[in-house]
């Protein structure tokens, strides 16, 4: 049943969604329609994300400080995101690919290194 959902969802961002609703009806799946709704939402806000460069900073103040390397990582148009917890230094997410130069990473690291 989540693989018929999905695949309304797919198309329904593929094609105009009067028509999958048509289709949909037309072999019975009316009530699923709600259900692909939802899933077509969550799809599309998928994608969007994937797409959209994002930087996480620690700080907004960060933002001068790491300008050069962000721009050298390929995220000078990046959306900028406030994350205290990487404590400093910073992370660029752009599609499926992610640079990870934040101090809380670079703890991480030592500490398994030092403790193993």
């Known amino acids: 049943m989540d693989r018929l959902i999905?695949?309304?969802a797919q198309l329904m961002l593929a094609y105009a969604p009067e028509?999958?609703?048509?289709?949909m009806e037309?072999?019975?799946?009316?009530?699923?329609?709600?259900?692909t709704l939802r899933?077509?939402?969550?799809?599309?806000?998928?994608?969007?994300?994937?797409?959209?460069?994002?930087?996480?900073?620690?700080?907004?103040?960060?933002?001068?400080?790491?300008?050069?390397?962000?721009?050298?990582?390929?995220?000078?148009?990046a959306r900028?995101?406030?994350d205290a917890s990487i404590v400093g230094g910073f992370i660029l997410q752009k599609g499926f690919s992610r640079i990870d130069r934040s101090y809380k990473t670079a703890l991480h690291t030592l500490y398994k290194k030092v403790t193993a």
Not at 47 to 61: D, G, K, M
């Open 6 to 8: 999905t695949t309304y």
């Open 39 to 77: 899933k077509a939402l969550l799809l599309a806000g998928k994608s969007t994300a994937r797409t959209e460069p994002v930087v996480i900073l620690a700080r907004e103040s960060d933002k001068q400080k790491h300008a050069e390397n962000i721009a050298k990582s390929g995220g000078a148009e």
């Open 80 to 82: 900028v995101a406030i």
């Open 26 to 35: 037309k072999r019975g799946h009316g009530k699923l329609w709600k259900r």
């Open 19 to 23: 028509k999958v609703r048509a289709s």
